[in-house]
Nanobody
């Protein structure tokens, strides 16, 4: 059974920082593209950042320059460092895995596995 386990969400003030983690198995980490999505109440799930083969990363325009996605191969973990947080970043953040690892996609429907999500709340 594929597991994607997110952690690191919480309540933070405007301008603050959080680091989200997504831990998975080695099989998933090495074969699947990994991405973060978020969903705010009443809105569709949207792509935030992803990483694929060769270490290629993509960040949504709305978070570019503020969020940074990285991965730790030794821990089979993907991280999302979020700086300069804004109230509009408030959402449930989901980790997702997509097969194959070399296909870059931002569409939620293309992802095969999902974590349960972690809440991020930015207060003004």
């Amino acid at each position: 059974q594929v597991q994607l386990v997110e952690s690191g969400g919480g309540l933070v003030q405007v301008g603050g920082s959080l680091r989200l983690s997504c831990a998975t198995s080695g099989r998933i980490f090495n074969r699947y593209g990994m991405a973060w999505f978020r969903q705010a109440p009443g809105k569709e799930r949207e792509f935030v950042a992803g990483i694929w083969s060769g270490g290629r990363t993509l960040h949504a325009d709305s978070v570019k320059g503020r969020f940074t996605l990285s991965r730790d191969s030794a821990k089979n973990t993907v991280y999302l460092l979020m700086n300069s947080l804004k109230p509009e970043d408030t959402a449930v953040y989901y980790c997702a895995a997509e097969d194959p690892i070399y296909v870059v996609t931002t569409r939620p429907g293309d992802y095969d596995y999902w974590g349960r999500g972690t809440q991020v709340t930015v207060s003004s």
